[in-house]
């Protein structure tokens, strides 16, 4: 059964009311472990070759029987914290007619523009959003993707609590809302999107919190492919009247990150 256990990176679970030891379950599933890295500034194409490369490397060591951080591998699953200069990302589902500027007027507002491979539709990146990259062998916490997404959106959730702001979920969509507020308020309001890519459930790509983002950037796609009249997109600094400090939102979502997910951080 050990054996068993390693080559599937603790993918089974078993359930602990079964055993009146619990210390037993303790011994047998430790805690993952998770590297936490800042790239600080980067270039998109530059960030996702990383990304390629350390996935691939999670799959090589998944295929050897290896798990990730133990067993002598040289890659731990990783949480990426980043800003990318200006640039729009279209995913795999999305629609060229989103993106509303030309290659030469892409260049003029010193933007770049890449089709990648995560899903969902189009969206912006920029100085003033934190962009996370979560780098998990999934097998090794759960298999299921819209659990994954759901607590990606949780961490932000309890992330802006800190803050004074209610995040919630909008049905149908992915990402982190909202509300409308008051009386003469129709509008539902994006803070946060999340699109993900997953190989051999380990996952590349994640979310896009606009923390103190440039807003104007965003009135030249079709946000997300979403165009109705009752939703727009906003940010941290918008909603709270002042420029937020991004190093306390990195030291809160990492927390809740830790949290929701039941991991420890390497030192």
Excluded at 185 to 206: E, F, N, P, Y
Excluded at 219 to 233: F, L, Q, T
Excluded at 252 to 259: E, I, M, Q, R, W
Aim: glycine share 10%; net charge positive.
């Amino acid at each position: 059964m050990q054996n068993l256990i390693s080559k599937r990176c603790f993918k089974i679970r078993l359930d602990q009311t079964k055993f009146e030891n619990k210390g037993l379950i303790n011994k047998i599933f430790s805690v993952e472990k998770v590297a936490y890295i800042d790239w600080g500034m980067i270039g998109y194409e530059n960030a996702w070759a990383k990304q390629t490369e350390i996935s691939d490397l999670l799959k090589k060591q998944k295929k050897e029987g290896k798990r990730p951080g133990r067993d002598g591998c040289e890659r731990a699953h990783l949480l990426v914290f980043c800003h990318h200069p200006h640039v729009y990302t279209l995913g795999k589902s999305g629609s060229f007619n989103n993106l509303l500027l030309s290659e030469e007027e892409l260049k003029k507002r010193g933007a770049t523009f890449f089709k990648i491979n995560r899903g969902g539709d189009i969206t912006y990146h920029g100085p003033g959003q934190l962009v996370g990259y979560p780098i998990f062998d999934l097998e090794c916490f759960f298999t299921d993707v819209h659990r994954y997404v759901r607590n990606i959106e949780e961490a932000i959730i309890r992330m802006l609590a800190d803050f004074g702001i209610e995040g919630k979920r909008q049905k149908g969509y992915t990402g982190v809302w909202l509300a409308p507020v008051g009386d003469g308020d129709v509008k539902w309001r994006k803070i946060c999107a999340i699109g993900v890519h997953l190989s051999r459930w380990v996952s590349m790509h994640g979310f896009a919190l606009n923390v103190n983002t440039d807003l104007d950037y965003f009135s030249h796609i079709v946000p997300c492919g979403i165009a109705e009249d009752d939703k727009e997109v906003t940010t941290m600094a918008r909603e709270l009247g002042g420029e937020v400090s991004m190093d306390r939102v990195k030291e809160s979502l990492k927390k809740h990150f830790k949290n929701i997910f039941e991991f420890e951080y390497l030192e």
